[in-house]
């Protein structure tokens, strides 16, 4: 089992920004059938600057792989603790990763960035697969990924 508290302490670094409400927010990342192994997501979030604020959710266990999310290993070192209690199963080639999260209210339209890297074993890894700016009009608009995801939607 994952860590509890640091399943919180992300969940509240990311509601904190302004104090502000959250509300939950579905995430919606589907994979390209691109004929090679499960994928790694490292779904992370960056504040108007572009530093690092924290880590939504991580597809894939296995920690030796995360050096492959090159962008999110250089903002959080590597650290597996970024995403102890936010990791599940990696994602199979064609197929949707769903997750709902809460999200504070003022990370939209304010300049935050929500960021996806992507790794497939033995193919090319594809750091920034996706970076959306968090704004209320984009929610429910299909955003294209670079390599092997086929789309990224929020609501």
Avoid: C
Avoid at 78 to 99: C, W
């Amino acid at each position: 089992m994952k860590s509890l508290p640091a399943a919180l302490a992300l969940t509240t670094a990311l509601t904190l920004p302004g104090l502000a409400l959250a509300r939950p927010v579905t995430l919606a990342t589907t994979l390209n059938a691109y004929g090679g192994d499960g994928a790694y997501l490292a779904l992370y979030v960056t504040d108007p600057s572009g530093a690092y604020v924290g880590s939504l959710w991580m597809a894939g266990g296995k920690s030796k792989y995360y050096e492959h999310l090159s962008d999110w290993h250089a903002a959080t070192g590597g650290d597996p603790a970024q995403v102890d209690g936010i990791t599940g199963a990696s994602v199979g080639a064609g197929r949707t990763l769903e997750i709902t999260l809460d999200l504070a209210d003022a990370l939209f339209d304010a300049g935050y960035v929500l960021h996806i890297d992507a790794a497939v074993e033995e193919m090319r890894d594809s750091p920034n697969e996706i970076a959306v700016p968090l704004t209320a009009s984009g929610a429910g608009t299909p955003v294209p990924g670079r390599r092997y995801i086929a789309s990224f939607t929020y609501r």
